[in-house]
């Protein structure tokens, strides 16, 4: 079973960026995948934010503004959701998926603070 | 607009069962998808499984394999997850989804599944 890393919590200001990790294990090439990420706010539920496999392979969920971006480090094994100008809004949990052997994994999630 | 409303708060003894319904409008049903999603108290998201609206066909996490089906009306254009032998650890919100590009575009509210003795 497939398991995606990411840091349980992460704390930006306002204005500033936020890069979001999402590590997948070992025997599971990144670049194969294509990444997908969500946003949840206390007592909603989750919302899609982004696909992300390549520039060439991505999708912007409808209504995310542009300042939510997907990225992969491939030297990290890992999938990036950057968060550019970061408001008091974007303070949520963040959960990254993928789909392996036809099933969906999901990330632990990363709780992000803006203060 | 695309709506997934589903079936209110349940409580249910150990051992029971519980069938949770998603019923879905603003789009044609049989063009995508569902997915079941849960959460429990305080923690992260767990994939249950999904159905294709179109054939019936499923897919469940190994994990709920034999105790949950996934099934649709689609005469009602209603998803339902049915999760049997229901275990203290089945407390958690039940979501329903919609499958677009293998992505998750539409989330219905969440039911409030809660597995008490």
């Known amino acids: 079973q497939a398991v995606l890393t990411q840091p349980s919590s992460l704390s930006a200001s306002p204005g500033a960026s936020a890069s979001l990790t999402c590590t997948l294990p070992g025997g599971i090439n990144v670049g194969s995948y294509k990444i997908y990420w969500y946003q949840q706010k206390p007592g909603s539920p989750p919302q899609y934010l982004l696909r992300y496999k390549s520039d060439s392979d991505k999708q912007q969920g409808s209504g995310v503004p542009s300042r939510f971006s997907g990225s992969k480090d491939a030297s990290a094994n890992a999938g990036i959701l950057l968060i550019s100008g970061l408001q008091s809004e974007d303070e949520a949990d963040y959960y990254c998926m993928i789909w392996h052997s036809s099933a969906v994994v999901f990330g632990g999630g990363t709780k992000l603070t803006v203060l | 607009q695309v709506q997934l409303v589903q079936s209110g708060a349940e409580v249910k003894k150990p051992g029971a069962s519980v069938k949770v319904s998603c019923k879905a409008s603003?789009?044609?049903?049989?063009?995508?998808?569902i997915s079941w999603v849960r959460q429990a108290p305080g923690q992260g998201l767990e994939w249950v499984g999904w159905?294709?609206?179109?054939?019936?066909?499923?897919k469940y996490a190994q994990k709920f394999q034999g105790r949950v089906t996934m099934t649709t009306d689609t005469s009602t254009s209603t998803a339902y997850m049915e999760l049997r032998s229901l275990r203290s650890d089945d407390t958690a919100v039940y979501y329903c989804?919609?499958?677009?590009?293998?992505?998750?575009?539409?989330w219905g509210q969440g039911t409030m599944v809660a597995v008490s003795s």
């Open positions: 989804a919609r499958i677009i590009a293998d992505g998750f575009d539409f």
């Open positions: 603003g789009y044609t049903f049989s063009s995508y998808g």
């Open positions: 159905i294709s609206t179109y054939i019936g066909g499923t």
